[in-house]
C-alpha cells in the first residue's frame, strides 16, 4: 500500500478516552419555589466530581527557536542541486563559496543578539555576525513570502496580540513602534513605516544558472532593510527553477488598515519562540481559572537540568500567572534539543517526586492542605511535548523499551523518543495506590502511568496522526517505523516524536501557521480535560436490523458544555464505534448568516423578534452568537464566551426520531436554548426553535454569551412526538424544558424542511398560557421530566354520539410547582386548550414524575391513565367518557364519581418510596389481568449521589382495588451474584408462580452477599421495557467515590407476571450465539442470568433492535447485548399498550 503522506492541515478531533474531566463542583440551583420538593443541581449528577488532571507542559527552549523561518527545509537549496553545493543545518542555511561559511541564517531582520536572553547561534561570533539574506535576491523573497516561509507574515491570516492569564489581550502593536519583543520592552522597537541600515554581511546568489559550485557570495557594505513588504509567489511552486526565480516574486507593500495586522505579526508572531508563546498562551487561556475544577499544570524546558521548572499546580490565581511568567519571559539558551533527556526527567518526576511537590497528592503544593495526604487513583498524567526541530544531544539511557511491545508499537531501535514514552505508560510509576486510572479500548492502561503528547511547530515525518493512531488495536500492518539514527532522513526524528504519542497512547499534530498552531492545541487540551457524558437514552430509526439501521445516541462535554448527537450503524454483532455522522462535523450546523432564516421563535425568526432586545456587546450581537457566529468569542478578542462547537449540551433530552415526517427527522432539547431539527440520515439542522420569553427570558438567553458562564438547563425535557395515525396527516411534537423551567410547547413538525413560525402552536408556562389554563393550574405546573403522551381519548366535541376531539398531551406537572401538587393535565394537543386537569395530592411537595395510557379494547382509543408521584403513589384516572369535565381519580383502583377537580382519594398502591422512573403497564396473556410495572428511586439532587435507602422493583395486578401494603405482595429475591463473559451478572430466584391470593411482587434492590445494602443504594430511575412477558429494566448505581462518577449499573431481565427467573435465558452474555450457557449457579440450582452489567456506568432506557439490547450509559458510551429472538416472538396480548 501507499504509506500516507503528512499533511499540514487541521486534523479532526480524535475520540479520546481521557475522562479526568472537567466538572464544576460548586453546584448552584434553579430558580425553585422556597419550599422546594426537590433541590436540583445546576451541573448534572453524572459529571461527578472533578478529579482533575495533571498536564506538564515541555517547551522546546533550544537556539533554533529564535529562528524567523519555519521549516529548517523552507529554504534548503540540497533539494534541488546535485551534489550537495549548499551546505545545510537545523537553524537555517549555510551559504558556501567555496572558501568560506556564513552559518545559522535563521532571521529575516537583522536584530540585537540577546533579543530573548541569550545569543543566538552565529551572532557575535566571526566576522559574519547578523548576517540576513538581502531582499533583492531569490533567498530574501524566499524568506519573505508565507508559502515557502509560513513563519513570515501572511495577509490572509488576522494576526492577534497574545493572552494574558486571565484571557483579556495584550495590546495592538504600535506599527510606528513595534516592539522585537513583547515582554521585554527594552530590547528595543522600530518604525515598520521605515527602513533599518546596517553596516554588515548579506549574501545573495549571483550564478545565473540552476546549479553551480559558486551559489553564493558573501560582501560587506550598508544595506537599507524594508520591514513593511511582503511577496506574492506567481510561478509553480512544485518546481524547483520556478521557485528559484527571482523573477517570479512580487514585491507587495503593507500600507494603511493593514499596516496594523503586520505590526501584530512583527511583534507577537515573527519568530519560533513567539509564535510558539502566543499559540500555547491562548490555548491554555481556555482552561477554567478555578482551583477545584481546572487542570493541574506544571512546566518545564528541555535545556532546564531537570527539566521541570514549575511543579505540578492547580491552574488558578498566582500559580496561574506564574505559569505564563515563565511562557512569555523565560531565557531561550544557545543550546540543542535534548527532548528524550527532558521526556525523561518528566517521567521521572512523576514517579519519583516526594513531599510537598508529589504530583499525585489531591492537596498538592500546599502542605497545610487538609487533603494534602489524600492521593485519588484515578487521576491522570499527561506530558505535553512541543519542539520546533528534530533531537539531539543527552539521551534517556533506556534500551529498546518497546522492542516486544507487538504491532503498532514496536521498532528495532533503542534509547529513542519512543522507548522513552513507553517506559512511562508500561511502568506502574505508583505501585502504593491503587490500579483506577479510567480505562478505554484506545488506552486500556490502569495503572499509574504518564501518557505522550507530541506537539510540532511546523515539522512532519513521513506517517500521518490518523493513520498511526489507526493502527492501534491490529496485530499486524504495513506500518514500519524509521531509524531515528538515520542522519540522512532526519525527518524520522519527527516519527519518533508521533511514535512516542502512539505508544503512550497520547495524540500528535504538526501546524506551522500561528492560528492553526493555537486552534490545534486547544483541541488537545481540551481532549485531555473534557469528559464526555450522557443522561440521554438512545433512539433507533428501525426494530428490524437493516442495512441503513442506526442507533442515534445525545451526549455532552462537561465543563466545556457543548453537546453531541451522532448515528452510529448497528449490527447482529452490536453498535459501530465510529459514527455515520456527527452534528459537530462541519456544515451540519449552517453558519450563523444561514441560521437567520432557520431558527424560529414564536411570531417569527428567532433573529428579526429577539435580536433587538438581547443587544449586542462592542458590535457583536447575541442574537449571533447564539446563532453561531463566534467572531465575537473572547479567542477572538471579542466580548463573549468561547465554545468549542456551537451546539449546546444534550444532557437529559433524548432524541426522538420519526420517519413519518416528510424528512426523516431527529428532535432533541439542548441547553443552548434551541429545541432542534437533524436530518436523520445526514446530520444536518433542519431547524431549530427557541421557546418564547414566557418560557426562556432573553436575559436567561444573555447567560450563554457571558464569559464566566456557570451551567444552567434551557430546553432539557423529554419529547414526544405523534404518528399520523393519533394526528391525522400531522406529526405534532409536544416537549418540555424539563429542568430548564416550569414551561410545555408543541410544534408541527409535518414537513421540517420547510417549517416556519406558523408551525409553533402553542406554549405554557407558570405565568402564561393558551384558554382554559386557569390560575391554579399555572401554579401546579412545575418541572416536567417525564414524557409528554399525545393520545386519542373518548373526549367528544359533543354528546356521545358526536365526532371524537382531536388528540390530545396528557402530562403530570412534574416537580417543584409553586403549589407543590401533583396534578395530571390534557390539553388539546393542537391548541394548547386546556381540556382537564385534576390534582391528586394538595399536601405539598409533590408532583406527578411518570405517566402511561392504556387502550382497554385495542380500539385506538385511551381509556386509562396511570401516573406515579415523588412521594412513591401510583393512581389511576379513568377518562372513559366523552365529557372530559366528569373524568376522573379511580380510587384505589376502583372507579369513583367522575366529577371535575375532585382532588384527594387514594391510590392504587403508595410504596413510600420515590418514583421518578417509567410505568410500563400490561395484560397476562395467561389470566387477562392487567399489571402495573415500575421501580423506584430517584437521581435528581446532590444528596442522591450518597442516599442508601433501599429502593425496589415492582410488578402489581391491578384488579379495581387498593393495594394497602407488603402483605399483599409476594417478595422475590436476586440470589446469586457473579460474573459471565467478563461481564458481572446476577440471577432472580428460580423461576415459580404467584400465590392464588397475591396482589404481584417486589424485588429489593440489594446484593445478597453482605454487605447486604451499601451506599449508595441501588435504584431504577429510568423506564421500563416490555419485551414478550419478559421485563426489563435500567437500574443505577451512582457512586460517591470521585473515581468513579459515572457509577455503575444493570440491564435486568425478569419474568413479569411472576416476579423470577426467565424460563429460558434472555441475555447472551458472552456474545457465543448460544443461550444455554448464559446461567449462573450448577446443575439443579442453576437459572439464567437476570442482569447484567453493560459497562458503560450507568445505564439508561434500553432499545431493542431484532435480537439485540441497546442501551447508552452516563459517560457518553452505548453498550449491547444480544437477547434471545424465541422470546421476542412471544407477545403478550392483542390489547397490548400503544405507546408514543
Known amino acids: 500500500m501507499n504509506d500516507p503522506v503528512t499533511r499540514s492541515v487541521p486534523r479532526a478531533p480524535r475520540a479520546h478516552p481521557l475522562r479526568a474531566g472537567l466538572a464544576a463542583c460548586l453546584l448552584t440551583t434553579l430558580a425553585l419555589p422556597v419550599h422546594a420538593a426537590v433541590v436540583i443541581p445546576d451541573v448534572p449528577l453524572q459529571s461527578g466530581s472533578t478529579v482533575s488532571p495533571n498536564i506538564m507542559f515541555i517547551l522546546d527552549d533550544s537556539g533554533s527557536m529564535q529562528s524567523e523561518v519555519l521549516p529548517d527545509e523552507s529554504i ?299 492521593y485519588l487513583a484515578c487521576r491522570q498524567n499527561f506530558a505535553m511535548l512541543m519542539t520546533d526541530g528534530y533531537w539531539n544531544g543527552a539521551d534517556s539511557g533506556l534500551g529498546n523499551e518497546d522492542g516486544t511491545a507487538g ?33 478505554s479500548p484506545l488506552n486500556p492502561n490502569t495503572h499509574q502511568h504518564m501518557v505522550t503528547y507530541g506537539i510540532g511547530l511546523g515539522v512532519f515525518g513521513r506517517y500521518t496522526p490518523d493513520y498511526a493512531f489507526g493502527e492501534i488495536g491490529k496485530t499486524s500492518g504495513s506500518l514500519v517505523w524509521p531509524d531515528p539514527f538515520d542522519a540522512s532522513n532526519p525527518s524520522a526524528k519527527i516519527d519518533d516524536l508521533l511514535h512516542a504519542a502512539v505508544n503512550s497512547r497520547g495524540d500528535f499534530f504538526s501546524a506551522g501557521d500561528p492560528e492553526t498552531f493555537a486552534e490545534e492545541l486547544t483541541k488537545t487540551l481540551s481532549s485531555i480535560i473534557e469528559r464526555t457524558a450522557s443522561g440521554s437514552n438512545v433512539a433507533a430509526n428501525s426494530v428490524a436490523l437493516r442495512d441503513e439501521t442506526r442507533i442515534f445516541q445525545a451526549s455532552y462535554v462537561g465543563g466545556q458544555w457543548t453537546g453531541q448527537l451522532a448515528s452510529y450503524p448497528i449490527t447482529a454483532n452490536g453498535v459501530s464505534a465510529t459514527p455515520s455522522w456527527r452534528a459537530s462535523d462541519p456544515g451540519k450546523i449552517k453558519p450563523h448568516t444561514a441560521r437567520r432564516d432557520r431558527v424560529f421563535t414564536p411570531g417569527g425568526t428567532f433573529h428579526g423578534q429577539r435580536g433587538d432586545a438581547l443587544g449586542s456587546v462592542d458590535g457583536h450581537g447575541v442574537a449571533d452568537y447564539l446563532l453561531g457566529d463566534r467572531s465575537g468569542e473572547r479567542s477572538n478578542d471579542g466580548p463573549f464566551r468561547n465554545r468549542n462547537t456551537v451546539l449546546g449540551d444534550i444532557i437529559h433530552s433524548s432524541p426522538a426520531f420519526s420517519s413519518e415526517t416528510a424528512t426523516p427527522a431527529l428532535f432533541v432539547g439542548a441547553n443552548d436554548g434551541m429545541l432542534h431539527a437533524f436530518h436523520a440520515e445526514n446530520g444536518e439542522e433542519l431547524f431549530a426553535y427557541v421557546p418564547g420569553p414566557n418560557l426562556i427570558s432573553n436575559d436567561k438567553l444573555k447567560k450563554l454569551s457571558d464569559p464566566d458562564y456557570s451551567h444552567e438547563y434551557y430546553v432539557d425535557g423529554p419529547v414526544t412526538v405523534s404518528t399520523q395515525a393519533k394526528t391525522p396527516n400531522k406529526n405534532l411534537l409536544v416537549g418540555t424544558l424539563g429542568r430548564g423551567g416550569r414551561g410545555v410547547f408543541a410544534l408541527d413538525v409535518s414537513s421540517p424542511s420547510t417549517f416556519t413560525a406558523a408551525n409553533v402552536l402553542w406554549e405554557a408556562s407558570s405565568t402564561s398560557a393558551p384558554t382554559g389554563w386557569t390560575a391554579q393550574d399555572r401554579a401546579d405546573l412545575g418541572l416536567i421530566l417525564s414524557r409528554p403522551l399525545i393520545v386519542r381519548t373518548n373526549a367528544r366535541t359533543g354528546n356521545q354520539n358526536s365526532n371524537l376531539r382531536p388528540a390530545m398531551a396528557i402530562f403530570g406537572n412534574g416537580l417543584n410547582s409553586e403549589s407543590g401538587n401533583a396534578t395530571l393535565f390534557a390539553v388539546d394537543a393542537e391548541t394548547g386548550q386546556m381540556m382537564w386537569s385534576l ?11 411518570s405517566i402511561q395510557a392504556w387502550d382497554e379494547d385495542g380500539d385506538g382509543i385511551h381509556d386509562y391513565v396511570f401516573a406515579a408521584d415523588l412521594k412513591g403513589n401510583v393512581w389511576k384516572f379513568d377518562l372513559d367518557y366523552h365529557d372530559p369535565g366528569k373524568w376522573g381519580l379511580a380510587d384505589g383502583g376502583q372507579i369513583q364519581g367522575q366529577v371535575r377537580r375532585a382532588a384527594g382519594g387514594n391510590p392504587l398502591v403508595a410504596t413510600g418510596r420515590p418514583i421518578t422512573g417509567g410505568l410500563q403497564i400490561a395484560f397476562d396473556p395467561m389470566t387477562y389481568e392487567r399489571w402495573v410495572f415500575f421501580g423506584t428511586g430517584k437521581y435528581l439532587e446532590q444528596s442522591d449521589t450518597t442516599s442508601t435507602g433501599q429502593q425496589r422493583w415492582y410488578g402489581i395486578k391491578d384488579t379495581g382495588s387498593r393495594i394497602t401494603g407488603d402483605a399483599l405482595l409476594t417478595e422475590r429475591k436476586i440470589e446469586i451474584v457473579g460474573s459471565h463473559g467478563g461481564r458481572k451478572v446476577r440471577a432472580f430466584e428460580p423461576h415459580a408462580p404467584l400465590p392464588d391470593d397475591s396482589r404481584g411482587w417486589y424485588v429489593n434492590l440489594e446484593a445478597p452477599a453482605p454487605p447486604a445494602v451499601t451506599p449508595p443504594s441501588e435504584r431504577m430511575v429510568s423506564d421500563p421495557l416490555m419485551v414478550g412477558r419478559v421485563l426489563v429494566t435500567a437500574s443505577i448505581l451512582p457512586d460517591s467515590d470521585p473515581c468513579k462518577a459515572g457509577g455503575t449499573g444493570y440491564m435486568n431481565a425478569i419474568d413479569a407476571f411472576t416476579g423470577t427467573s426467565v424460563r429460558a435465558s434472555f441475555f447472551d452474555v458472552n456474545g457465543n450465539g448460544s443461550f444455554d450457557d448464559d446461567v449462573l449457579g450448577v446443575g439443579d440450582s442453576s437459572r439464567p442470568i437476570g442482569s447484567v452489567d453493560l459497562d458503560i456506568a450507568m445505564p439508561t432506557s434500553p432499545t431493542v433492535v431484532e435480537s439485540l439490547l441497546v442501551a447508552g450509559g452516563s459517560l457518553g458510551t452505548t453498550g449491547s447485548v444480544g437477547i434471545n429472538p424465541q422470546v421476542i416472538k412471544g407477545r403478550i396480548s392483542w390489547r397490548e399498550i400503544i405507546g408514543d
Request: aromatic residues 14%.
Open 76 to 374: 534548503d537549496v540540497v533539494s534541488r542541486c546535485s551534489p550537495n553545493l549548499d551546505d545545510r543545518n537545523a537553524n537555517g542555511i549555510r551559504c558556501n563559496n567555496g572558501t568560506t561559511s556564513i552559518t545559522n541564517i535563521g532571521r529575516v531582520y537583522p536584530r540585537i543578539p540577546t533579543l530573548y536572553g541569550a545569543i543566538f547561534e552565529g551572532q557575535g561570533v566571526g566576522e559574519y555576525a547578523n548576517a540576513v539574506a538581502d531582499p533583492g535576491n531569490v533567498y530574501g523573497r524566499i524568506l519573505r513570502t508565507a508559502m515557502f516561509n509560513p513563519q513570515y507574515y501572511d495577509p490572509k491570516v488576522i494576526y492577534r496580540p497574545w493572552v494574558r492569564s486571565d484571557g483579556t489581550s495584550y495590546p495592538d502593536a504600535n506599527p510606528a513602534q513595534a516592539y522585537w519583543n513583547p515582554e521585554d520592552p527594552d530590547k528595543g522597537a522600530v518604525n515598520l513605516a521605515g527602513t533599518l541600515s546596517y553596516a554588515n554581511v548579506w549574501w545573495q546568489r549571483t550564478d545565473s544558472s540552476f546549479c553551480s559550485t559558486r551559489a553564493c557570495f558573501v560582501s560587506r557594505g550598508s544595506r537599507d532593510i524594508k520591514f513593511n513588504v511582503y511577496y506574492e509567489f506567481t510561478g509553480d511552486p512544485a518546481s524547483p527553477q520556478s521557485k528559484y526565480n527571482a523573477n517570479n516574486y512580487v514585491e507587495r507593500t503593507v500600507s494603511g488598515a493593514e499596516l496594523q495586522n503586520f505590526a501584530n505579526w512583527f511583534q507577537y508572531y515573527r519568530s519560533r519562540i513567539l509564535a510558539s508563546r502566543g499559540g500555547i498562551g491562548r490555548a491554555f487561556s481556555s482552561l477554567p481559572d478555578d482551583p477545584e475544577s481546572g487542570p493541574r499544570v506544571g512546566y518545564a524546558t528541555i535545556n532546564t537540568d531537570g527539566a521541570v521548572s514549575r511543579y505540578i499546580r492547580p491552574f488558578a490565581g498566582t500559580d496561574r500567572q506564574a505559569f505564563y511568567d515563565s511562557l512569555y519571559g523565560g531565557t531561550i539558551p544557545n543550546r540543542g534539543t535534548p527532548l528524550r533527556k527532558a521526556l525523561y526527567d518528566v517521567g521521572k518526576h512523576f514517579e519519583t517526586e516526594t513531599g510537598v511537590d508529589d504530583p499525585w497528592r489531591t492537596g498538592v503544593g500546599n502542605a497545610s492542605d487538609p487533603k494534602h495526604s489524600e
Open 407 to 439: 504491532y503498532p508499537f514496536s521498532d528495532g531501535y533503542g534509547n529513542t523518543l519512543a522507548d522513552v514514552a513507553y517506559h512511562f505508560w508500561n511502568k506502574d510509576l505508583r505501585a502504593d495506590i491503587p490500579n483506577e486510572v479510567p480505562a
Open 839 to 849: 390534582p391528586v395530592d394538595t399536601t405539598g411537595d409533590n408532583g406527578i414524575t
